[in-house]
């Protein structure tokens, strides 16, 4: 399917929801786990989420329409939430998530795009070219890389506990595909 | 970690809410699409999760208490969702998955559990012997495995929106793992 705005955003403006209904005041033993080593617990996700709302998406979508390709995109720190969510009660982190995706999508819906906008292009600093429809549609599979992420480190908790039924469970088998 | 009731309940209680938060009055674009060939749409896996809760979980607990391994489980109808949904929209889907799984739940809490009936064994009709944990264990990681699934359906819509970003979105790497 091509990417469509409306469809976007109607995903856009589900995640937060789906997330507070998964991840609020679930057990400490289920937010704070991870798959091991470097890997990310969902209450890490959830900061690295608020990160993105904060410099990645809405503001690069603003440096295509103001610069084109002439400015690339700042890079992205994939590690700020470990400095920024420091402290926070996860609650919080759901609620900071929820409010900055609410004013993002206001500001996106505020850019009033005409259909021709879709095809104007960014530099992103390693990947080159892109567009802005593709950098809406990556806004929209980044949430679900971290719907699916998070799935997964979640069920990673209960590895062991289901004995012989993990070779029915496919989220058991996956073992992350992230660059 | 260990199977733990509580930590089991707190997860299997939120599901409903998450698949509802995720998918309810979400363009069908999204939620009718699948992965190709006979793959499930989400529509598809919400009558799959409902099909669980009538036939497999709770009933399989109690098979466990009241026969141990001497009565085999009823086998699962893994394609039952595509005779019992038809013709009913998602909405009530979604509305017959919550009341259904609060009833289990209700249930399983009224079985009242000791410590050492978790250790009590059953048999599965492939998988041979099992523990009451195990099953419970299993319940949630079935639930964790679609909304891994229902994550991947959804982000499959979108690989080739994204353009260059599917390198970097695992989601759209992910090929499924169910046996």
Redesign the interface.
Known sequence: ????L??SI??LE??P??L???LRD??E??TT?NEGGKTWSAYDIVGHLIHGEKTDWVPRARIILESGESRAFDPFDRLAQFRESAGKPLGQLLDEFAALRAENLAQLRGLGLRPEDFARRGR?PA??A??L???L??W???D??H???I??V??H??L???????????????A????
Chains 1, 2 share one sequence.
């Open positions: 399917m091509e990417h469509n409306d469809h109607a995903l589900r995640t929801a789906t507070n209904a998964l679930l057990p033993a289920w786990c992103h990947l080159g892109v567009t429809s593709e950098l549609a990556a929209v599979g980044h679900l890389t719907v699916h992420q799935s997964r979640l069920a908790q209960y062991e506990a289901v004995g012989p039924w993990s070779v029915y469970l496919g989220v058991l088998q996956c992350g595909h992230s660059a």
